[in-house]
């Protein structure tokens, strides 16, 4: 065969640590701050995560080793492929070589198994029984009980109830996984009878969920109940780098040494990470590398929110956590892309965006749909809605390689397949969709609720 | 790492050419016989297939060299890894080692892609502009569509209207990709519209599907058009050969000359030829396997159905085929596993069982959503209703080593994942399945409407 449209790695060419940027930044990473405005101790945070994890989650190591049994469970469907999308260039008559990563084919048809079968393990390791999350969509809830089964942990889910009434799929996948999903608010925390008694008719929000999550895990009377965030915290963004090191060896087997240009959508920030950081580092050390972070024009927190201090949920049980955020009261538009809709973004993230080893990009979902809909039909894979901005940002970037007349190697994160979230498709095909943008003023009016809160420095 | 989970092969190691069990039945096929009970002639087909594919329907040679182009398509997701099942293995406290296809990778969820793209090639090299075919749950019709959108074919999906009111997703799918599907029976042919005509009502069948499939194929008053199956022709069982090719490949990579036992499961037969043909040669050539073909007690082709000439559609508009069949009028009970509701058996998997190149044995529906339910808790992958029934009878061969003691080789196909088909897991997991089975007198009386057809000799 003339062309090599895969390039794997065996098993045994897993890569046997993950990279942690923190120590790479330019400027130091800031800490979380408590409510009295101090920075926070792990003591702190024992009663909602395991004690390993939250030494994970501060570490300023570089390089840390997978633990063995992590690294069995992640072979079960890694290290995927790295495809080059042959089909896409010729659509675009590009001279750019784009690639993809593939992370569509693991069971949970995303990237979150990758921190799921982390967090699951960690937390049994540390003598936890039971997990509780929240979901939007539902891709996390179901990537949590998904690993929860194969460590034998209970798993409870608090899915936004507009999402559990919508999309009965999710609730089976985890269901068929041995997890518990409820929708949220809920009669079984204080927060959801609270918020259920004063209005019973609410389609919940992912920060009730997640005051829910953490209400049910913090209040365990017997302590083996710990709480688990699919994103935004340092350790995922670790957990993710798994992806850009499978890449980059993946690169290097077809003698390429270096991308030109590492795209990646960012919702929370874990699958950009995942793909970005480990160029990152090279970038650090001095490779030429554009690395871009797509957005949804509905929620433009690279783009268009300030760097500050803000909490991680709607309810203020977090953290302030230093990042780019829209103020934990702004409610994006009701894109398809509900992975993207995320007031913050990622500490790691944010500092890689400050420190200017990123660039951002805001796109339109019809853009992404129409982008999405080509990848379908010239590479054969339905992207979802969120892997669809991805795709939008490297077509970007192949039509400048195009104009300039230069083969660049461009390569995106292929975080997962749409197989559960065709309406989006459907209403982009029978011209239903709409696009949402939002005017500075309403930005800036929304983050008013965080005058007073303290400053990154 | 100490385990090797996924057996994985290269793009150069795709195999080159498919293999055809014809030359190798111990008895020779018999023919297919036309409406005057003689063997019908390539030029009988040529309104329906392209000539080329009736050269391959018809051809007793055992290597058929893929084509190049078809090898690249393929290369989008093949080859696909074999997997060791450690987890089910510990579960089961078998000695057995348990290796699984894993089909699910492909973009379309399940092996039928490797058909799909094929026929999808050969009608285009043959100067076919258009494809018909029918779809029950959707599978086959999802296949088609995404191998037509990469060749740039119009691919028109006359999908059973019962399963295109149930899963709205299937369609959206196929739109995706660009297809057409219209719910069956429809008022685009004259079949369709005798029916509605008069039944209204009805909830339609894979019978009239195909037959409206066939009449848009034939009618194209340009000639442009051709009909594709998905499943029971020599042609389809050809292609995928290539799954059990791989396996053998990928089973020497780890030092297994041949395995003990070999599943499939059973509904045309295509994935089970796919997988077990090529080992059925090496049968045929002295080795000692076990081949065995799983089917559901509410379909028992090969477990309590005469071989008979039959047709293979309800209309009776193919030709009758050499083949185990509960007779063209059987309609099998509403199990979830549509794709297993077939009344008869490709006329190749008949052969073979007729041979003693097989054996068959059939499994209730709630036994194989129990077997789904443990390999998703111990290998993390959700099957689909079809890939259950092959998962346990893999579970009841392990069961077997495990009383004999023997450390045996168990490979299992793995066709699909199940993540648009949860209902009938909710419906296994809240008690609400039944299961079914015919008393032979039932099965005897449907195939009274068989008097006085020819019988194989």
Redesign the interface.
């Known amino acids: 065969?003339?062309?090599?449209?895969?390039i794997?790695?065996?098993?045994?060419e897993?890569p046997k640590q993950w990279y942690n940027l923190t120590p790479d930044l330019p400027t130091p990473l800031n800490p979380p701050l408590g409510p009295d405005g101090k920075p926070i101790t792990p003591e702190m945070l024992a009663p909602v995560f395991p004690m390993n994890l939250i030494e994970q989650e501060v570490s300023q190591q570089r390089w840390i080793d997978i633990p063995?049994p992590i690294?069995?469970m992640l072979?079960?469907?890694r290290p995927v492929p790295l495809?080059r999308a042959?089909?896409l260039e010729k659509a675009l008559g590009t001279p750019a070589k784009i690639f993809y990563k593939n992370e569509s084919?693991s069971?949970v048809?995303s990237h979150k198994g990758n921190t799921a079968i982390a967090q699951a393990w960690y937390n049994k390791q540390f003598g936890i029984k039971r997990l509780t999350t929240e979901t939007g969509a539902g891709q996390w809830g179901s990537a949590l009980a998904?690993a929860s089964?194969?460590l034998g942990l209970e798993c409870k889910v608090f899915m936004v109830r507009v999402s559990f009434d919508q999309k009965p799929?999710r609730k089976?996948?985890m269901?068929?996984?041995?997890a518990t999903c409820v929708p949220s608010p809920s009669t079984e925390t204080q927060t959801g009878r609270n918020i259920l008694a004063e209005f019973p008719d609410t389609p919940g929000s992912l920060g009730i969920a997640i005051s829910e999550a953490i209400e049910q895990a913090v209040t365990d009377p017997k302590g083996e109940t710990r709480y688990s965030l699919g994103s935004v915290l340092n350790h995922v963004m670790i957990h993710q780098s798994i992806i850009g090191l499978e890449t980059k060896k993946q690169l290097a087997k077809v003698g390429i040494k270096k991308p030109d240009v590492v795209v990646g959508c960012c919702g929370g920030g874990s699958n950009f990470a995942g793909i970005s950081f480990p160029f990152m580092y090279d970038k650090v050390n001095g490779a030429d590398i554009k690395i871009v972070g797509i957005e949804p024009f509905s929620c433009p927190t690279l783009t268009k929110a300030p760097f500050l201090y803000d909490h991680g949920d709607v309810a203020r049980m977090t953290p302030l956590l230093p990042m780019y955020s829209l103020g934990h009261t702004f409610i994006p538009a009701p894109i398809h892309a509900g992975g993207l809709r995320y007031h913050g973004m990622a500490p790691l993230v944010s500092a890689a965006l400050r420190d200017g080893l990123m660039e951002a990009r805001a796109v339109h979902q019809s853009e992404c749909f129409e982008a999405g809909?080509l990848f379908?039909?010239?590479?054969?894979?339905?992207p979802a809605p969120e892997t669809t901005h991805a795709i939008a940002g490297a077509i970007k970037e192949a039509n400048i390689a195009k104009e300039e007349g230069k083969e660049k190697v461009i390569v995106f994160n292929f975080t997962g397949?749409?197989?559960?979230d065709?309406?989006g498709?459907?209403k982009y095909?029978t011209g239903q969709l709409k696009d949402y943008e939002y005017p500075a003023e309403e930005i800036a009016k929304n983050l008013e609720v965080l005058k007073g809160y303290p400053l990154p420095v």
Chains 1, 2 share one sequence.
Not at 1 to 6: A, D, F, I, R, V
Not at 8 to 12: A, G, R
Not at 175 to 178: A, H, I, M, V, Y
């Open positions: 065969m003339t062309l090599q449209k895969k794997m790695l065996e098993d045994s897993l063995e690294l069995e072979a079960s469907y495809v042959y089909g084919i069971p048809g998904y089964a194969l799929y089976m996948m269901n068929t996984w041995g809909l379908a039909k010239t590479e054969g894979i339905i397949h749409g197989l559960l065709l309406v498709y459907e095909m």
